[in-house]
């Protein structure tokens, strides 16, 4: 059984149709991405996943079951944590702020505290600057902010929505890293991004999406090695 499961999803933004039947699904252990230009639907398909934006036909499964119309804080509660594009942390908050948002609903303070010291050994720069303001990081700590923000809650799936926009190419690197770092002790991972040459190099699957339609999908390996998405793609 997939851990997570896209079964013929259509969802809709008033009239525009963006996603058209799109069926994808990530297994335990692995890394998949989602690739595709702008506005093919990626940052929509993981807005579905998590309850945002709703699927108005076809279903969502989360370990075989139906999360379709769960609530958003259901849907995370129940493992699926989601770093959405432009990483949205809060710039007056420090680091630790930042992470203690991560959990909310979690009353208890261990779980917080362990959550906290997880992060940091993932990410020691974040310690150093615990104290910070959020807003005063790079780009490229406010990136490990806001996915360490989604490790908080312990999920069996992390979804990274173009996490190496507008960073620099060392930055980048770090961040692809982490990825395939995360992944080796254990995490699931689905990847939206625009560069795929990466993403493809770190995943183990890909999806190429494409005005809202899964065009292409296969071992990530080949989807590099294939002239059209590398002519489409990787130019
Ligand atoms: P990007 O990299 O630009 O975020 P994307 O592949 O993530 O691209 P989406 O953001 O999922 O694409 O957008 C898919 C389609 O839905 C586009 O046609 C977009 O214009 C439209 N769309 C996205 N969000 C909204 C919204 N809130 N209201 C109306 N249309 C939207």
Same mark, same amino acid.
């Given at each position: 059984?997939?851990?997570?499961?896209?079964q013929e999803v259509h969802t809709y933004y008033g009239g525009i149709h963006a996603l058209k039947g799109l069926?994808?699904?990530?297994?335990?252990?692995?890394?998949?991405?989602?690739?595709?230009?702008?506005?093919?639907?990626?940052?929509?398909?993981?807005?579905?996943?998590?309850?945002?934006?709703?699927?108005?036909?076809?279903?969502?499964?989360?370990?075989?079951?139906?999360?379709?119309?769960?609530?958003?804080?259901?849907?995370?509660?129940?493992?699926?944590?989601?770093?959405?594009?432009?990483?949205?942390? =809060? %710039?007056? +908050?420090?680091? &630790?702020?930042?992470?203690?948002? /991560?959990?909310?609903g979690v009353s208890d303070k261990k779980v917080i505290e362990e959550g906290i010291e997880r992060a940091f050994?993932? =990410? %020691?720069? +974040?310690?150093? &600057?615990?104290?910070?303001?959020? /807003?005063?990081?790079?780009?490229?700590?406010?990136?490990?902010?806001?996915?360490?923000?989604?490790?908080?809650?312990?999920?069996?799936?992390?979804?990274?929505?173009?996490?190496?926009?507008?960073?620099?190419?060392?930055?980048?690197?770090?961040?692809?890293?982490i990825v395939t770092e995360l992944n080796k002790e254990g995490m699931t991972i689905l990847l939206v991004e625009?560069?795929?040459?990466?993403?493809?190099?770190?995943?183990?699957?890909?999806?190429?999406?494409?005005?809202?339609?899964?065009?292409?999908?296969?071992?990530?390996?080949?989807?590099?090695?294939?002239?059209?998405?590398?002519?489409?793609?990787?130019?």
């Amino acid at each position: 059984m997939a851990l997570l499961e896209l079964q013929e999803v259509h969802t809709y933004y008033g009239g525009i149709h963006a996603l058209k039947g799109l069926s994808i699904t990530v297994n335990q252990g692995e890394v998949v991405t989602l690739i595709g230009s702008n506005g093919a639907g990626k940052s929509t398909t993981l807005k579905t996943i998590c309850g945002q934006t709703r699927a108005k036909q076809g279903k969502v499964l989360f370990n075989g079951k139906d999360i379709t119309q769960l609530r958003t804080h259901d849907i995370a509660k129940a493992g699926i944590a989601h770093v959405p594009e432009g990483r949205r942390i =809060f %710039p007056k +908050l420090t680091v &630790r702020e930042n992470l203690e948002m /991560g959990a909310f609903g979690v009353s208890d303070k261990k779980v917080i505290e362990e959550g906290i010291e997880r992060a940091f050994a993932y =990410f %020691p720069r +974040l310690k150093e &600057r615990i104290d910070q303001k959020g /807003g005063t990081m790079s780009g490229g700590e406010q990136q490990m902010l806001a996915i360490a923000r989604g490790l908080m809650m312990k999920p069996q799936i992390l979804m990274l929505d173009e996490p190496s926009m507008g960073l620099a190419p060392i930055l980048v690197e770090q961040i692809f890293d982490i990825v395939t770092e995360l992944n080796k002790e254990g995490m699931t991972i689905l990847l939206v991004e625009q560069n795929a040459n990466q993403a493809l190099s770190v995943a183990h699957r890909g999806y190429v999406i494409q005005t809202g339609e899964i065009i292409m999908k296969d071992d990530a390996d080949i989807l590099l090695a294939n002239p059209q998405v590398r002519e489409a793609y990787l130019a």
